[in-house]
């Protein structure tokens, strides 16, 4: 059972058909990219799956089940940024409390023992020196790691990032994917990040989506970032395609393993 499953679907905006058939499968355990040009329903399509956005048609089932209350408990999700008030007086170690029933009255428990049940379900991720610190005065970074390890204590069986490194400085985004990309070795569990950032993604994420209206191309990064037609998924209106696995008469495999191809729309 796939962790994602989206079939045809598709959302208007206004005048906008901004997705037009999506379907993709994302299986368990994954760490996979979505990636396309601004405006290609990148956002549309997280908010399908969080279900915040109804659909004009298809579906969406996440862990198997349709979106909904049950299981978006189980999923975590990471928004872009968390726009803050800069007299906004809770610590981070209050903020990530509030996240957990056994933490959520730190109040009446030792500071201690708050940080060892934040420490052990959001590890790796260097909070011990950002737990007392006020949220409002975190770097861009930070508050990013702080926004993971939240949904972290969730406890989550699916992560979704968005445009996760929005709000980092050039040198910080590679920190980053390292830090999402051990997050996901050490919990074995299935991330989606959404990005347009092709390089960073690409380095890191074991499958790549390029959405545009549709899903244009999707395959090992290294294949698709050698398509020459992902330059044109980026400014051009395409039709799916699929791709089956067809091996030329011969016998020989498509160069590059798995045959990536954009068409125009006619
Ligand atoms: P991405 O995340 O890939 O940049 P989005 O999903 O945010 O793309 O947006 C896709 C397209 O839908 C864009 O052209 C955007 O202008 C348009 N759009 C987004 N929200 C609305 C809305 N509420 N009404 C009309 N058009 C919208």
């Excluded at 901004?18 to 760490?31: D, F, I, N």
């Excluded at 968390?82 to 209050?94: G, I």
């Amino acid at each position: 059972m796939p962790a994602i499953d989206v079939r045809g679907v598709r959302v208007r905006l206004g005048d906008v058909e901004v997705l037009r058939g999506v379907s993709l499968r994302v299986p368990r355990g994954q760490m996979v990219a979505l990636i396309g040009p601004n405006g290609s329903g990148k956002t549309t399509l997280l908010r399908c799956l969080l279900g915040l956005q109804r659909l004009d048609a298809g579906e969406v089932r996440l862990l198997g089940e349709p979106v909904g209350p049950r299981v978006l408990r189980r999923i975590g999700y990471v928004p872009q940024r968390l726009p803050l008030e800069p007299s906004f007086a809770l610590s981070v170690r209050e903020f990530l409390a509030l996240r957990r029933p056994d933490t959520r009255r730190w109040f009446f428990q030792r500071t201690r023992a708050t940080d060892d049940v934040l420490l052990r379900h959001a590890p790796g991720l260097g909070l011990e020196t950002l737990l007392g610190r006020p949220l409002s005065g975190l770097s861009g970074g930070q508050l990013q790691r702080v926004l993971i390890a939240y949904s972290l204590l969730g406890e989550p069986e699916l992560l979704l990032l968005d445009e996760p490194t929005a709000g980092v400085d050039t040198p910080g985004e590679q920190d980053f994917y390292e830090l999402i990309a051990d997050v996901h070795a050490r919990l074995g569990i299935t991330v989606v990040l959404v990005s347009h950032d092709l390089g960073m993604v690409f380095r890191r994420a074991s499958w790549v989506y390029a959405l545009n209206g549709v899903i244009c191309c999707e395959g090992r990064p290294e294949e698709v970032m050698n398509a020459d037609s992902l330059k044109a998924a980026y400014g051009i209106h395409v039709t799916p395609y699929h791709h089956h696995h067809h091996h030329p008469a011969n016998g020989t495999a498509p160069e590059g393993g798995v045959p990536i191809a954009f068409h125009p729309r006619r």
